[in-house]
């Protein structure tokens, strides 16, 4: 006998064949989930947050990331972290496993995404989860080892979450005890980024409430005295105890971290990094980048479609024109921009500091789209999602035959050092260690950065291996290392040698 989910998934999976958008939607999500396994962690970004999951997880420690063993990193609160751990502890750690957790992210905010459309029309709850599936960005992170994913669900669950909270209960039932997760969403912020989470949140929000303050009374009246208590205490006993283990990470991560990186050009505080100087204003066109494909097909389509509309093109409100929608179009702007208005005047910056603003721009693509013929809607959706489709195909075809992976990522060599070794065996690195051969090898790697150091490696008992980079090939005609060690193998990057058996100890 058929169980209710059964009846549920069944009736999932035919209201899916009967919606071609939905079923590439559904498509492209499982071609990301299978091309999680098909590429090497890459240095840095991905590497070293795996790294930094897996020392917390062979420690055992739930308190303090580790940027290598024995340095702490302040650099980020734990949320990503954690639920990289659990991945590691529940399934091994592996390429997969690390980035499984930030596609469960991506796909949960997918579906805050769909119920805030839906609540609308499903046609409009249609055409924003084909924007938000199709977004370069929101595809990369879905599925990428970054703490970016984990800020934008909360930012995504805050901004859901208030919504509901400010609106009828005759036009949202049930949504009156929804503004408590709206305080919770802000703590988990506070554990995936920092204070960055709140100061998206109440910018876009207070932004809104500038062009339509009808709502401010209802803003008024929810539990501004308990919610943040709440919030707090959802964050504040990590934040406590994190300073109590490594005392100064408060100083370093307040500071530091979220005043100077971003109002300090050049910033050379950076303990685990290069501050990334840019031009002010440079936000806006990683945003145009990161809304690929639909930065490049819909000005075409509004081009060349714009009298096929179902209604006079005047009666397209401009934004903040505040009409019969009750705000819903000003929020979705104030949200979608929110990031790239605060980084606007930031020189260190990245392309996925944009990402918390796509969910909303997404729906304001639905918002917009929805009054537009659908059959050539349909079509414009349907060619932005074949190109991530095909596109996600190609990848997996030709990316292991570039050597990009080689190049990017220790994961080659450190296997070639794994079927050579013997115990005692231990793998060295001239300058400091890329952060995925610290993965790759859990950490059973040794760092020198001169002569001396690297004399003392070969006085130890057991065998050496050597990487070398590229550029550091003359070490071995010093007369110190002349003969002492045997080319293994080449790669992209570095060259792998093994210490000669003339010279090896026994």
């Known amino acids: 006998m058929k169980t209710m989910l059964d009846w549920k998934l069944i009736a999932l999976r035919s209201w899916i064949h009967g919606n071609p958008l939905l079923a590439l939607v ?53 949320l990503s972290f954690w639920a990289t751990v659990i991945s590691f ?31 609308r029309s499903k046609r ?42 400010v609106q009828s209960a005759s036009e949202y039932p049930r949504s009156g005890g929804v503004i ?101 204003g440079t936000i806006w066109i990683y945003l145009i980048y990161m809304l690929i494909p639909w930065t490049i097909l819909l000005p075409l389509f509004l081009f060349y479609r714009n009298r096929r509309l179902s209604f006079p093109i005047s009666q397209l409100q ?47 693509g639905g918002y917009y789209l929805v009054r537009f013929d659908p059959a050539r809607v349909d ?10 489709l095909i596109g996600s195909l190609l990848f997996m075809l030709v990316f292991p035959l570039t050597g990009y992976g080689e190049r990017k990522s220790q994961r080659s060599l450190v296997n070639v050092y794994s079927r050579l070794s013997q115990p005692g065996s231990r793998l060295v690195y001239w300058d400091q260690y890329p952060f995925s051969a610290g993965f790759y090898s859990r950490d059973r790697v040794v760092s020198v950065f001169d002569k001396q150091q690297l004399t003392a490696q070969l006085d130890q008992p057991g065998r050496l291996y050597l990487a070398l980079g590229r550029g550091d090939q003359s070490l071995l005609q010093s007369s110190e290392f002349v003969g002492k060690f045997d080319r293994i193998k080449d790669f992209r990057r570095y060259s792998l040698y093994r210490e000669s058996i003339a010279s090896a100890k026994t």
């Open 318 to 364: 401009a934004p903040f024109a505040v009409a019969g929608d009750d705000g819903w179009r000003n929020y979705l702007l104030c949200w979608g921009l929110a990031p790239a208005v605060f980084f606007t005047f930031s020189r260190n910056i990245i392309m996925p500091y944009v990402l918390p603003g796509i969910p909303a721009l997404a729906l304001l």
């Open 26 to 78: 559904a498509a492209i999500a499982m071609v990301r989930l299978a091309m999680l396994a098909t590429y090497p962690l890459m240095d840095t970004t991905e590497a070293r947050y795996a790294d930094i999951a897996q020392i917390m997880a062979d420690k055992n420690d739930w308190i303090t990331p580790w940027f290598r063993p024995g340095v702490p990193f302040w650099g980020k609160p734990p």
């Open 180 to 280: 408590w997760l709206f305080f919770v969403s802000l703590g988990w912020g506070l554990l995936a980024k920092g204070p960055l989470a709140i100061v998206l949140a109440f910018l876009a929000i207070g932004a809104w409430l500038l062009f339509n303050r009808s709502f401010f009374p209802a803003v008024v009246r929810l539990p501004w005295i308990r919610g943040p208590l709440l919030s707090l205490l959802v964050a504040a006993p990590w934040y406590w105890a994190a300073e109590a283990k490594t005392p100064g990470f408060l100083n370093y991560f307040l500071i530091g971290e979220h005043i100077n990186r971003f109002l300090v050009p050049g910033w050379n505080g950076d303990l685990y990094g290069n501050a990334h100087h840019h031009a002010h």
């Open 379 to 388: 079509r414009l959706l349907t060619l932005g999602l074949r190109i991530i």
């Open 124 to 165: 409009e709850a249609v055409i924003a989860i084909s924007l938000l599936s199709g977004c370069l960005i929101y595809y990369f992170a879905s599925g990428a080892v970054m703490t970016d994913m984990a800020l934008t669900l909360g930012l995504v669950v805050s901004m859901w979450s208030f919504w509901l909270s």
């Open 89 to 119: 502890k529940l399934f091994g750690a592996n390429e997969f496993t690390a980035r499984f957790p930030h596609w469960i992210l991506g796909i949960i905010g997918g579906w805050f995404v769909w119920d805030l459309g839906i609540r």
